[in-house]
């Protein structure tokens, strides 16, 4: 078998046979009461008809299958240790329980006491060690999603000088991850290396003689971005349309000029009256930014609904409020609930699986409103999450983008982290950065818009969405291989390659290599979540049994078993 030609390179055809998307359209499973599209409002489109041969879901067993699919879902990855503790326990919910009390794997402490604020290599060594080792998986797949949305990135140059600041930025995402949505809107709001991002930070009010106005890119951005979108939304997350058939827009520029103002008078907390552009590096960009009032806009502002904001409020309460305005929006449950879904579990969820998500971003059961545990715990425990697969097998899944394809090597493989060096090097200085060779690193993307749109269509023209697919580019996925490749057969526990190595441990995978089928359909499960269809089980069987069975050729069975799997299209495709 040959892996390497079996892996997905960019045009959208060599990718649908791996994902089958070719079928016809299935509908959406029961919503359940009060929480299925079946009834559109005025100017939304119907729901598609019913397909009388669509696949009844199975009982939910929690089996090896099951444990693997939900630690996909919910970790950086399955371990065999992890699965087999997930089916012992018995229950997704006491998991999801169990996550929720683990301590956090903050990255901070540790960048601090390697003592150099600037140095981006050395926080990206700690958050790869945290995605291998946390114990925590739950609550840093949770940020490292939520970081995805209100994003932030060190390719700005003063924040790539401010590593303490955007390793603690990380850690508030960590740290809120299972808490209050609008305590977490907040925090991203006033903390500085968001201020400084997005220009929040030092932003003033309009002064006509120094040609100055308010700047609108946070007040954009926390709209369109992290908060409601475009468009107006029904609570299943489909687009509202207006009597042309027109979606109806969220807001206009009007109203993010009225925010831009909102957003005024904020400064570093300890720079006190200094406001000049430049000049942020001796500044502390960790705390809270604070208010400077004489540079707030102070006149009367109009805000989403027709909220008025008194004039006279000074910079505080005009923020509060506006937040406040903007969380109240109904979009908010819908939108966040389709961001989260699509980055953990499927890129084109059904609108009544949004819909079910996101009533229990309005209602968590108690009456409270915003409890991202909740949200979490509803995406992970939802039947299309665990059984689209089966229900949905046309549309439901997603790509694996390249940061997690790596995680899930080394957590199947119990992998030992190089030598703090400031990068991963599976050769020393044979990857002087390793975001340049999957494209992508941790806070590293090249905009406020992430590494790839959540609106991405896996072909131009079509309905299915595939986000993650583009970072797919022909140098990328064979750069991507070839990093692969070197990691199994020069990063293994048989090999000493030095220190600065992370050594992935293969001496079960050695210990079933007797036996071709066992092992095969072992890492069918540890690194597919059992996905391998039987003829690519088959084909890597035989060429398993076809090589020698001394001792060499065991290892040589093992790596070329793992590399088969891990460079296939199935380990590129969650299902």
Known sequence: MNSTTAMPGVPSSDLEPAVRLECD??????????????????GESPPPAADPETPTAPPFVLDRRAAARLLSQATFGPSVADIDALVDLGSVQAWIDAQFEQSISRTLPAVRARGNGSL???????WWSNAIEGPDQLRQRVAFALSQIFVVSDRDYEISNAQYGISGYYDMLAELAFGDFRTLLGRVTLHPIMGIYLSMLRNEKADPARNIRPDENFAREVLQLFTIGLDELAADGSVRLDGEGEPIPTYDQETVEQFAKVFTG??????????????????????????????????????LGGTRLPAGQD????????LDNIVAHPNVGPFIARALIQRLVTSNPTRAYVARVG?????????????????VTAILLDPEAQSGHVTLPAEFGKVIEPMIRLTRLWRAFDASPGRDTGIFRPKAKALPQLDDIIGQGPLESPSVFNFFSPDHKLRAGGDLLAPEAQLLSEIGVASMNNLLHLQIYSGNSREDAGGNVVHIDVEREIGLAANGRALAEHLSLLLCSDALPDDVVDAIAAHVDSLPD???????RALDAIFCVVGSPFHLVQK
Not at 270 to 275: E, S
Not at 315 to 322: H, I, M, Q, Y
């Open 25 to 42: 359209p299935i509908p959406e499973a029961d919503p359940g009461p009060g929480a299925g599209p079946s009834d559109p409002l005025p």
């Open 120 to 126: 981006g290599t050395t926080r990206h060594h700690v």
């Open 266 to 303: 904020w400064n570093l907390s300890d720079a006190g009256d200094v406001w000049v552009s430049n000049g942020l590096t001796k500044f502390d960009k960790e705390a809270p930014m604070l208010p400077v009032e004489r540079y707030h806009d102070t006149s009367e502002k109009v805000l």
């Open 315 to 322: 910079a505080r309460t005009d923020l509060e409020a506006a």
């Open 359 to 375: 009533a229990s971003f309005d209602d968590d059961g108690s009456g409270t409103r915003g409890n991202l545990g909740a949200v």
């Open 550 to 556: 001394d001792a060499d050729g065991l290892v040589t």
